[in-house]
């Protein structure tokens, strides 16, 4: 249709490749083929505007990294920061106290000079309780030692003059150690025990058998210059001032 340009051909951009072209996937259309829209220009194809550098691509600065990123620890919290519930205080922190330097005087030792006891200042006092308990103490053992007792000011028997669950409180072991007791060389105060009264099988019978053979029982044996003060339900409990020191006999 167009008769061959004038003008030469301009040389291929690319050369033609080696490579053997590759089989067409579809065999060739039986139709003829469409004139081009276009016919070809007549002006040679333009050179490329920046040739290719002749210098190599540099390498990267810095290899990528083979270890993979780490997950951080902890994500950041979404809550605000809480503000401080003390503020910090303008004063100075005080010093600590310093030790004490020198140890504190020794204690004042007792006095050397003190007057040497006599008759008017010293009181001689002997105790016994929980006894006579059987046949052997009633008969030997409380007789020999309240025989034995000698130059004190009184006695006090504290209580428990039987062992009510053995003697079940009869009257025999009662008036046995108010014998035993009027034998003493010394005024005697007796005081109610558990096994005297209360742990035995009647209460009122022990409080009747205790008022029979000890009640006063110093005023009625003896003579003395002791003013006693008595009190409680059987007269039981006692106390009196002897030499500047007051003595007490209590019934709890």
Same mark, same amino acid.
């Not at 072209?21 to 002006?43: F, K, L, V």
């Not at 046949?135 to 030692?145: C, F, Q, V």
């Not at 035995?200 to 409080?207: A, D, N, R």
């Given at each position: 249709?167009?008769? !061959?340009? #004038?003008?030469? %051909? /301009? +040389?291929?951009?690319? @050369?033609?490749?080696?490579?053997?072209? $590759?089989?067409?996937?579809?065999?060739?259309?039986?139709?003829?083929? /469409?004139?081009?829209?276009?016919?070809?220009?007549?002006?040679?194809?333009?050179?490329?505007?920046?040739?290719?550098?002749?210098?190599? %691509?540099?390498?990267?600065?810095?290899?990528?990294?083979?270890?993979?990123?780490?997950? @951080? =620890?902890?994500?950041?919290?979404?809550?605000?920061?809480?503000? #401080?519930?003390?503020? @910090?205080?303008?004063?100075?922190?005080?010093?600590?106290?310093?030790?004490?330097?020198?140890?504190?005087? #020794?204690? =004042?030792?007792? !006095?050397?000079?003190? @007057? +040497?006891?006599?008759?008017?200042?010293?009181? &001689?006092?002997?105790?016994? $309780?929980?006894?006579?308990?059987?046949?052997?103490?009633?008969?030997?053992?409380?007789?020999?030692?309240?025989?034995?007792?000698?130059? *004190?000011?009184?006695?006090?028997?504290?209580?428990?003059?039987?062992? /009510?669950?053995?003697?079940?409180?009869?009257?025999?072991?009662?008036?046995? /150690? $108010?014998?035993?007791?009027?034998? $003493?060389?010394?005024?005697?105060?007796?005081?109610?025990?558990?096994?005297?009264?209360?742990?035995?099988?009647?209460?009122?019978? *022990?409080?009747?058998?205790?008022?029979?053979?000890?009640?006063?029982?110093? &005023?009625?044996?003896?003579?003395?210059?002791?003013?006693?003060?008595?009190?409680?339900?059987?007269? +039981?409990?006692? *106390?009196?001032?002897?030499?500047?020191?007051?003595?007490? *006999?209590?019934?709890?």
């Amino acid at each position: 249709t167009n008769p !061959p340009s #004038p003008m030469l %051909t /301009a +040389e291929p951009t690319n @050369p033609p490749s080696t490579v053997p072209t $590759a089989e067409p996937t579809n065999p060739p259309s039986p139709m003829p083929t /469409a004139e081009p829209t276009n016919p070809p220009s007549p002006m040679p194809t333009a050179e490329p505007t920046n040739p290719p550098s002749p210098m190599l %691509t540099a390498e990267p600065t810095n290899p990528p990294s083979t270890v993979p990123t780490a997950e @951080p =620890t902890n994500p950041p919290s979404p809550m605000p920061t809480a503000e #401080p519930t003390n503020p @910090p205080s303008p004063m100075p922190t005080p010093l600590p106290t310093p030790p004490p330097t020198s140890r504190p005087p #020794p204690p =004042t030792p007792p !006095p050397t000079d003190l @007057p +040497e006891p006599t008759e008017d200042t010293v009181t &001689k006092i002997f105790f016994i $309780a929980d006894t006579p308990y059987s046949d052997k103490e009633r008969y030997n053992l409380m007789p020999n030692h309240i025989d034995q007792l000698e130059d *004190g000011d009184f006695l006090v028997h504290l209580g428990d003059l039987m062992f /009510a669950m053995k003697d079940r409180c009869r009257e025999g072991a009662y008036s046995i /150690a $108010a014998e035993i007791l009027q034998k $003493a060389k010394m005024p005697t105060f007796v005081l109610p025990g558990d096994n005297d009264i209360n742990d035995c099988p009647s209460i009122q019978h *022990g409080e009747d058998m205790w008022m029979k053979y000890f009640h006063l029982f110093d &005023k009625k044996h003896w003579s003395h210059s002791f003013d006693v003060t008595r009190w409680g339900k059987l007269n +039981e409990s006692f *106390g009196f001032l002897h030499k500047r020191v007051l003595f007490l *006999g209590l019934n709890m």
